[in-house]
């Protein structure tokens, strides 16, 4: 009964992220329209445009790492899903806990920058680089994060977490500056707006991405319904009491998705050195405060 | 004059498909037409005026984004490729480079009277005439230039053949590739060549009909050198 329920949790898991990571999407490309004053995409859109890319007849391989780079891509996001306990779904999260999530985490970045490397292609090389440059700059106010929370609740079981704050009050209200910092890193990690110097379209024409068609590009697109749905649930659950029926807990996460994506589409973007300093200033700032007052 | 009835008339049967056994194919063929109609990326290759069109069409007034229809910066991902203007010998070069590395199914507009016909560059020595000479054009947008609503007018267009999946002029470019060989070398002398191996990718995908090889393929090889990458060097 035990396995029988944690296996139909592991694949049940990636499926809802891909549908909810789908809606997300779509919010994302509304909220731009809306900001712009325009209609926006038609409902279905981003199933459409996934649906499209795999029916591509042409596929441009550039080897057998550019093939895997997008498999780690889309698989580090996969087990990633399965370590975040959504309301009724446990999956792994009380064997893995936050410190091998955040490891999976990088996987894709690792991943695509394989991929990329294979396709030899200048603009993604740059890209590339940028995107490494970018998570090295993220991932230092989110590990500061991660600490503090682990720090806070005196685990690192996810699950364990979220009952702790339904029972004392969310981690927002009792650790408000490593929220803050996490809202930052947030930012980073989607690749939005301030922070998307990697992608920059019209100068290195999408950075990564650059090499990328067809099946790869509907890799892609798969991966980024995941990044958006891990970095909303991750951020509820380590600040919003994650969520107790499965409607506070949608709102919870759209609404966690929603704020980088406002801030995205008023503001042009750092440079990578620009956001180098940004991001190790004021939120590692934040966060080591926040882990101080913490402590004592 | 003479005799319209004369005019001999080739007419081209489409090779029979294989038998296919999946009762669901043909709801699946259809949701694939549908897909590939309401979601096109467009790279926009601005070699005119016409590119003046194209940001209202994106932007707030006319906003192309409700059909589907997004603007896309590498031939990888994009689907169709839009020609806005005139097309110097010089810029076709990039343009026929562009069109071999998209990824089919592709589709190619030519916006403005230049591409259809040369335009007011008619008498230039410099300029290609006819867009669909070179490449397989699957629609032009007439005018000069074109407002957004007739940009937009052509998309729809596109779209609904796209859907309806009767014009598929990339698969031309596969079958008769002599053909367009043939006037690009007209163009650019026996010695052209692109790194995308044409030939071989029509055999690959099953698209290789009578006509893809011919006289100016074996132009093509006799002049081919082997691409090689350029040495990585350090001032």
Same mark, same amino acid.
């Given at each position: 009964?035990?396995?029988?329920?944690?296996?139909?949790?592991?694949?049940?898991?990636?499926?809802?992220?891909?549908?909810?990571? #789908?809606?997300?999407?779509?919010?994302?490309?509304?909220?731009a329209?809306?900001l712009q004053?325009? !209609?926006?995409?038609?409902?279905?859109?981003?199933?459409? %445009?996934? =649906?499209?890319?795999?029916?591509?007849?042409?596929?441009?391989?550039?080897?057998? #790492?550019? %093939?895997?780079? +997008?498999?780690?891509? !889309?698989?580090?996001?996969?087990?990633?899903?399965?370590?975040?306990?959504?309301?009724?779904?446990?999956?792994?999260?009380?064997?893995?806990?936050? =410190?091998?999530?955040?490891?999976?985490?990088? +996987?894709?970045?690792?991943? #695509?920058?394989?991929?990329?490397?294979?396709?030899?292609?200048?603009?993604?090389? =740059?890209?590339?680089?940028?995107?490494?440059?970018?998570?090295?700059?993220? %991932?230092?106010?989110?590990?500061?994060?991660?600490?503090?929370?682990?720090?806070?609740?005196?685990?690192? %079981?996810?699950?364990?977490?979220?009952?702790?704050?339904?029972?004392?009050?969310?981690?927002?209200?009792?650790?408000?500056?490593?929220?803050?910092?996490?809202?930052?890193?947030?930012q980073g990690?989607?690749g939005k707006q301030p922070f998307e110097i990697y992608v920059a379209p019209a100068e290195?024409?999408?950075?990564?991405?650059?090499?990328?068609?067809?099946?790869?590009?509907?890799?892609?697109?798969?991966?980024?319904?995941?990044?958006?749905?891990?970095?909303? !649930?991750?951020?509820?659950?380590?600040?919003?009491?994650?969520?107790?029926?499965? $409607?506070?807990?949608?709102?919870?996460?759209?609404?966690?998705?929603?704020?980088p994506m406002m801030i995205a589409f008023t503001f042009p973007r750092y440079r990578t050195e620009d956001m180098?300093?940004l991001?190790?200033?004021?939120?590692?700032?934040?966060?080591? $405060?926040?882990?101080?007052?913490?402590?004592? | 004059?003479?005799?319209?009835?004369?005019?001999?008339?080739? /007419?081209?049967?489409?090779?029979?498909?294989?038998?296919? &056994?999946?009762?669901?194919?043909? *709801?699946?063929?259809?949701?694939?037409?549908?897909?590939?109609?309401?979601?096109?990326?467009?790279?926009?290759?601005? /070699?005119?005026?016409?590119?003046?069109?194209?940001?209202?069409?994106?932007?707030?007034?006319?906003?192309?984004?409700?059909?589907?229809?997004?603007?896309?910066?590498?031939?990888?991902?994009?689907?169709?490729?839009? *020609?806005?203007?005139?097309?110097? *010998?010089? &810029?076709?070069?990039?343009?026929?480079?562009?069109?071999?590395?998209?990824?089919?199914?592709?589709?190619?507009? @030519?916006?403005?009277?230049?591409?259809?016909?040369?335009?007011?560059?008619?008498?230039?020595?410099?300029?290609?005439?006819?867009?669909?000479?070179?490449?397989?054009?699957?629609?032009?947008?007439? @005018?000069?230039?074109?407002?957004?609503?007739?940009?937009?007018?052509?998309?729809?267009?596109?779209?609904?053949?796209?859907?309806?999946?009767?014009?598929?002029?990339?698969?031309?470019?596969?079958?008769?590739?002599?053909?367009?060989?043939?006037?690009?070398?007209?163009?650019?002398?026996?010695?052209?060549?692109?790194? /995308?191996?044409?030939? @071989?990718?029509?055999?690959?995908?099953?698209?290789? @009909?009578?006509?893809?090889?011919?006289?100016?393929?074996?132009?093509?090889?006799?002049?081919?050198?082997?691409?090689?990458?350029?040495?990585?060097?350090?001032?």
């Open positions: 009964m035990e396995i029988g329920k944690r296996i139909a949790d592991i694949i049940l898991m990636p499926i809802v992220a891909f549908v909810i990571g #789908l809606f997300m999407v779509l919010m994302l490309r509304k909220i329209a809306k004053r325009r !209609v926006g995409p038609p409902f279905f859109q981003p199933l459409i %445009d996934i =649906i499209k890319f795999y029916s591509k007849t042409t596929q441009v391989s550039h080897g057998l #790492l550019h %093939d895997i780079g +997008i498999i780690m891509a !889309v698989g580090g996001y996969l087990a990633a899903e399965s370590l975040l306990p959504v309301p009724g779904m446990d999956g792994l999260s009380d064997k893995g806990g936050i =410190i091998t999530l955040t490891y999976f985490l990088m +996987i894709p970045s690792l991943g #695509l920058a394989l991929g990329v490397g294979q396709c030899a292609n200048p603009n993604g090389s =740059i890209g590339i680089s940028r995107a490494l440059t970018a998570m090295l700059a993220y %991932d230092i106010p989110f590990v500061i994060v991660i600490f503090g929370v682990a720090w806070h609740y005196g685990t690192t %079981d996810l699950s364990e977490m979220i009952s702790l704050q339904q029972a004392q009050g969310w981690g927002a209200f009792e650790m408000p500056l490593l929220a803050l910092a996490g809202l930052f890193a947030l990690m989607m290195i024409a999408t950075g990564p991405m650059v090499e990328m068609g067809g099946k790869y590009m509907g890799g892609l697109f798969v991966m980024q319904c995941f990044q958006l749905y891990t970095a909303g !649930v991750l951020y509820t659950t380590l600040f919003l009491g994650g969520g107790t029926h499965w $409607l506070d807990f949608l709102i919870k996460i759209f609404a966690v998705v929603a704020i180098l300093r991001m190790w200033k004021w939120p590692v700032l934040a966060g080591l $405060l926040g882990i101080a007052f913490v402590m004592y | 004059m003479s005799d319209l009835s004369k005019i001999p008339i080739h /007419t081209e049967k489409h090779a029979p498909e294989e038998a296919r &056994t999946n009762p669901l194919a043909g *709801v699946f063929d259809e949701l694939v037409r549908f897909a590939q109609s309401r979601s096109m990326y467009m790279l926009h290759y601005c /070699t005119g005026c016409g590119a003046i069109e194209l940001p209202p069409a994106m932007t707030s007034r006319f906003d192309m984004e409700r059909l589907g229809i997004q603007p896309m910066v590498t031939p990888r991902q994009a689907d169709i490729l839009l *020609v806005t203007g005139y097309v110097s *010998v010089k &810029t076709l070069k990039r343009i026929i480079l562009t069109y071999e590395q998209m990824p089919s199914p592709k589709y190619v507009i @030519g916006i403005c009277s230049c591409t259809v016909n040369g335009g007011m560059y008619w008498q230039s020595y410099a300029t290609a005439k006819k867009l669909s000479e070179y490449l397989p054009v699957d629609l032009y947008i007439a @005018g000069c230039m074109p407002r957004p609503e007739a940009v937009i007018e052509g998309m729809r267009a596109l779209m609904a053949n796209i859907q309806s999946g009767e014009t598929e002029p990339w698969k031309d470019y596969y079958q008769r590739y002599d053909y367009y060989l043939g006037n690009q070398q007209h163009l650019f002398g026996d010695n052209w060549q692109t790194p /995308t191996d044409v030939i @071989g990718q029509a055999q690959h995908y099953g698209l290789a @009909g009578p006509e893809t090889e011919g006289e100016h393929t074996r132009i093509l090889q006799q002049y081919q050198q082997p691409l090689v990458a350029h040495k990585l060097r350090l001032k």
